[in-house]
């Protein structure tokens, strides 16, 4: 299963759209995904745009000064993650 990823701006940082590739299926059971960025965040948020839920992950510091985002649930619609950047 293929993780597709497209990386863009947002108002207060930076962003992310994750989705699994391949064709989309009514009943798609998401997948556990980690997420290793090779800058440091201070917090982040994910939305579902399909329904509208938002919650706060829980971000890590990776060794290298990089962020580390565990226990996304990856499914065929894009899940939206907005990334506080530290300056």
């Known amino acids: 299963q293929n993780l597709e990823v497209f990386a863009f701006s947002a108002p207060e940082g930076r962003a992310l759209a994750l989705w699994r590739g391949g064709r989309a299926q009514d009943r798609c059971v998401p997948v556990p995904a980690a997420v290793r ?31 580390e985002i565990k226990g996304l649930l990856i499914g065929d619609a894009p ?8 300056e």
């Open 37 to 67: 960025l090779p800058f440091a965040c201070r917090a982040a948020t994910a939305y579902d745009p399909v329904d509208g839920v938002k919650q706060e992950l829980a971000v890590g510091a990776t060794g290298s000064g990089g962020t």
């Open 79 to 86: 899940l939206i993650v907005r990334l506080s950047v530290r």
